[in-house]
């Protein structure tokens, strides 16, 4: 973009932090709408998802990584790589932790792995609406102690309470930079991949705890037919056949509900109705093996 405006200010930003404290409620509140999935299940996000915010005076792009966590398999292997690589890569990182979880060995992990940067440091405390303020003191000292934080900033994603604040400190830290994205790009992954995780979301919400994991989301086919309808073919890859029988539900009713509520997101992300058609396919120990992690877009080469 050789547009760019004189004093207008650029940078990559990593969203790091323990599964399941809200990384991603706070990109997608950030952005202004959906492009990582949110579930109440540890280890959502399994890919780098960059999400662009852009401004008449700055453009800030957002990593949101999978949750820093002991990996139990090659998929496992697979995130953890892909979150530690990005420290290395960014301009600034957001360390979000959990206002209502006690500081523990999981912090100490990646406090650890901080120390090995030089990279700039927000302690991002999140889920502020869970705590009482007096609380907060205590919290930031005990992070204090750990590690030299740049900045501490307590927010409420959710809320979006203090985000704006947030978002002018993180400007306020970057340099002078060009637009890499046109302003009206909210994220780099093609269509194809954003539909496939919003269907993995409405999975992980309905299923029980055996399923999670275990789950991936192949786009089959996508493409605007002659009604201006965009019809889109999906399989839900799972590993056992009881997973199956779980996300089809009787009489194919988990299934039916999965894919209403996925329409939904999906035709608010294309600006588009949406045929959205589901098929649930078994394919046993997939998260160990290679090849299926790269045909299900998890490319290993890349990190």
């Known amino acids: ?17 323990r599964p399941n404290v809200g990384k991603s409620t706070l990109l997608n509140y950030v952005i202004g709408q959906k492009i990582a999935i949110m579930s109440d299940k540890p280890q959502t996000t399994r890919n780098k998802i960059q999400g662009v915010f852009t401004s008449n005076e700055s453009q800030v792009v957002f990593i949101d990584t999978p949750g820093i966590h002991k990996p ?3 998929l496992g292997d697979f995130m953890m790589k892909v979150a530690q690589n990005t420290l290395r890569e960014v301009d600034l990182i957001l360390y979000v932790v959990d206002a209502g979880e006690a500081f ?3 912090e100490e992990f990646i406090i650890e792995r901080l120390k090995e940067t030089k990279t700039p440091v927000f302690l991002v405390i999140n889920k502020i609406d869970k705590v009482q303020p007096d ?3 205590g919290i930031i000292e005990t992070y204090r102690t750990k590690f030299d934080f740049t900045e501490v900033i ?17 400007v306020d830290h970057l340099e002078e930079g060009p637009q890499y994205y046109p302003s009206d790009q909210v994220t780099d992954h093609p269509e194809r991949f954003v539909v496939a995780e919003l269907i993995r979301e409405k999975v992980l919400h309905l299923t029980r705890e055996e399923i999670p994991h275990s789950v991936a989301v192949v786009i089959e086919q996508m493409k605007r037919r002659d009604n201006d309808m965009i019809y889109i073919g999906a399989t839900i890859i799972v ?13 194919g009713s988990m299934l039916r509900e999965v894919g209403k509520r996925a329409r939904g997101d999906i035709e608010a992300l294309l600006g ?7 098929w649930v396919k078994v394919q046993k120990d997939w998260r ?16």
């Open 104 to 106: 523990g060995s999981g």
């Open 1 to 17: 973009m050789n547009n760019t405006p004189k004093g207008f200010k650029s940078g990559f930003v990593s969203i790091i932090g």
């Open 272 to 278: 588009s109705k949406v045929f959205l058609e589901l």
């Open 154 to 170: 307590p927010v409420s994603a959710l809320q979006g309470s203090n985000v704006p604040t947030l978002m002018e400190q993180i």
């Open 288 to 303: 160990n093996k290679s090849t299926h992690l790269r045909d299900y877009g998890f490319k290993e080469d890349e990190y």
């Open 239 to 251: 590993e056992r056949t009881s997973q199956k029988g779980i996300i089809i539900g009787k009489q």
């Open 72 to 74: 139990k398999h090659k």
């Open 135 to 137: 609380d907060l003191l």
